[in-house]
T-cell receptor, first 109, second 114 residues
Framework: GQNIDQPTEMTATEGAIVQINCTYQTSGFNGLFWYQQHAGEAPTFLSYNVLDGLEEKGRFSSFLSRSKGYSYLLLKELQMKDSASYLCAVMDSNYQLIWGAGTKLIIKP | DVKVTQSSRYLVKRTGEKVFLECVQD?????MFWYRQDPGLGLRLIYF???????EKGDIPEGYSVSREKKERFSLILESASTNQTSMYLC?????????????FGAGSRLTVL
């Protein structure tokens, strides 16, 4: 079966760095997405990785290793507004998205 | 600013009622999707559409139907609501069918079936 695993909840301190991991087992691979979802709001797109390596976008970076079936989202200089759920999704060989259950990130002052 | 609008944020319905969830996008996107989001589970695809009057079943279509009469509007229908359909329903649209298929989501419709 197809599976995406990510931690259920993480806690970090304002100003610090946090890494949210995502491992996947899917039928084929056509890219990995990260979305951010604040409570009660729509998920919004953060990043897309299809090749191995690190993609940096401001305070957020996303890493992919296809051989290991592994990605992480790195958030630097954490702000209170970064408190949200972070959703990992993989596009399989049929171009269908398989979603993880999301990681709830709690930022403490 | 691109937008996906879901007409109802909160609905409370009784078992057996027919429920309509409306979704409109203003981005001229070809593709539209309905997902449900439940605690502890990833988003699950109910139905999607790649064109007007076209629909495809997703992973959990049982108990649902959809309608896409116009490009900008994609409706989800629960013919006879049941308590296990209590959930958050998310509509999304996208420009591409493959590759960097970035989804734009609506804010969601939280349905409670009593």
């Amino acid at each position: 079966g197809q599976n995406i695993d990510q931690p259920t909840e993480m806690t970090a301190t304002e100003g610090a760095i946090v890494q949210i991991n995502c491992t996947y087992q899917t039928s084929g691979f056509n890219g990995l997405f990260w979305y951010q979802q604040h409570a009660g709001e729509a998920p919004t797109f953060l990043s897309y990785n299809v090749l191995d390596g690190l993609e940096e976008k401001g305070r957020f970076s996303s890493f992919l290793s296809r051989s290991k079936g592994y990605s992480y989202l790195l958030l630097k200089e954490l702000q209170m507004k970064d408190s949200a759920s972070y959703l990992c999704a993989v596009m399989d060989s049929n171009y269908q998205l398989i979603w993880g259950a999301g990681t709830k990130l709690i930022i403490k002052p | 600013d691109v937008k996906v609008t879901q007409s109802s944020r909160y609905l409370v319905k009784r078992t057996g009622e027919k429920v309509f969830l409306e979704c409109v996008q203003d981005m001229d996107h070809e593709n539209m999707f309905w997902y449900r989001q439940d605690p502890g589970l990833g988003l699950r695809l109910i139905y999607f559409s790649y064109d007007v009057k076209m629909k495809e079943k997703g992973d959990i279509p049982e108990g649902y139907s959809v309608s896409r009469e116009k490009k900008e509007r994609f409706s989800l229908i629960l013919e006879s609501a049941s308590t296990n359909q209590t959930s958050m329903y998310l509509c999304a649209s996208s420009l591409y069918n493959s590759g960097a298929n970035v989804l734009t989501f609506g804010a969601g419709s939280r349905l409670t079936v009593l």
